[in-house]
Nanobody, 120 residues
Framework: QVQLVESGGGLVQAGGSLRLSCLAS????????MGWFRQAPGKERESVAG????????SYADSVKGRFTISRDNAKNTVYLQMNSLKPEDTAVYYC?????????????WGQGTQVTVSS
């Protein structure tokens, strides 16, 4: 079973940046596609970004394209989400998830989440 631990959330002003990290253990990290997801109060969890096992392919929700960048370091068992030009509507709990396929929007394993709050 894969364990995922997110870090890097916090409070930031609109226009600012944050970098989230997700450390994986308990499995072969390079076997999994990975994704970042978020859930705002009263809303369903949504996919934000995804990355293939090698890092060669990435995908983004339209709402974050051009502002967020997903990357991974398989040697460190870590996936990152660099978030720039943050907006108040980016406020949510952010989760990383391991996926069986780059093309699926569903995760098999989840982290506990990290809160991101963007003030206006």
């Amino acid at each position: 079973q894969v364990q995922l631990v997110e870090s890097g959330g916090g409070l930031v002003q609109a226009g600012g940046s944050l970098r989230l990290s997700c450390l994986a253990s308990g499995g072969t990290f390079s076997n999994y596609a990975m994704g970042w997801f978020r859930q705002a109060p009263g809303k369903e969890r949504e996919s934000v970004a995804g990355i293939s096992w090698s890092g060669a392919r990435t995908s983004y929700a339209d709402s974050v394209k051009g502002r967020f960048t997903i990357s991974r370091d398989n040697a460190k068992n870590t996936v990152y989400l660099q978030m720039n030009s943050l907006k108040p509507e980016d406020t949510a709990v952010y989760y990383c998830g391991s996926k069986d396929s780059f093309y699926t929007s569903r995760a098999r394993y989840w982290g506990q989440g990290t809160q991101v709050t963007v003030s206006s």
